[in-house]
T-cell receptor
Framework: DAGVTQSPTHLIKTRGQQVTLRCSPK?????VSWYQQALGQGPQFIFQ???????QRGNFPDRFSGHQFPNYSSELNVNALLLGDSALYLC????????????????FGPGTRLLVL | GENVEQHPSTLSVQEGDSAVIKCTYS??????FPWYKQELGKGPQLIID?????GEKKDQRIAVTLNKTAKHFSLHITETQPEDSAVYFC????????????????FGAGTRLAVHP
């Protein structure tokens, strides 16, 4: 049983460019959350997708957007990249809200390391 | 919103000793507290979690305790081994039915644990 997968593993972009990161959830999971982890810090919640809709959003600007597909996979898009967007981007999958009364365990993928020059 | 503080930021122990990492949270409505281990170049891996209706949970050499009154929870690792060396993150989440919920994880800043042979 494959766990959460993410692609690409590494990415180098320049300021102002746009980037798309991809995530495939663990088998049986239908909810995908995205987190940004700056060097030496804990992951910060970006947003969560369920039933192809953004359900909740953290304190990130509109430059960060996402999408969830019918097969539950997801994309994270970042426009107009800034140097400060350099980080490890983590995808986490879980079962749907309410499946375990709001206590659904989130499993993380290996992340995509983005470097903005 | 919810805030999680984690201490210490670094911890160095000798192989065979015990290690304790402590976290405090701000919102008494938080009901789920997972702990993740992150090795270099990898995504966070869930090692143990605890629900708010449980005071203690143990899994082999790892245990977690929760004090809801004081709003703090701790990770205990006994008989540490060199392979326990990693960064450990605590996290908390609010139930989906509360404001700001939808089971987004709020992470502490992490503890870098070094186990010396």
């Amino acid at each position: 049983d494959a766990g959460v997968t993410q692609s690409p593993t590494h990415l180098i972009k320049t300021r102002g460019q746009q980037v798309t990161l991809r995530c495939s959830p663990k088998s049986g999971h239908d909810t995908v959350s995205w987190y940004q982890q700056a060097l030496g810090q804990g992951p910060q919640f970006i947003f969560q997708y369920y039933e192809e809709e953004e359900r909740q959003r953290g304190n990130f600007p509109d430059r960060f957007s996402g999408h969830q597909f019918p097969n539950y996979s997801s994309e994270l898009n970042v426009n107009a990249l800034l140097l400060g967007d350099s980080a490890l981007y983590l995808c986490a999958s879980s079962q749907r809200w309410g499946y375990a009364g709001g206590l659904e365990t989130q499993y993380f993928g290996p992340g995509t390391r983005l470097l903005v020059l | 919103g919810e805030n999680v503080e984690q201490h210490p930021s670094t911890l160095s122990v000798q192989e065979g000793d015990s290690a304790v990492i402590k976290c405090t949270y701000s919102d008494s409505a938080s009901n789920y507290f997972p702990w993740y281990k992150q090795e270099l170049g990898k995504g966070p891996q869930l090692i143990i979690d605890i629900r708010s209706n449980v005071g203690e949970k143990k899994d082999q050499r790892i245990a977690v305790t929760l004090n809801k009154t004081a709003k703090h929870f701790s990770l205990h690792i006994t008989e540490t081994q060199p392979e326990d060396s990693a960064v450990y993150f605590c996290a908390a989440t609010l139930p989906p039915w509360t404001s700001g919920g939808y089971n987004k994880l709020i992470f502490g800043a992490g503890t870098r644990l070094a186990v010396h042979p």
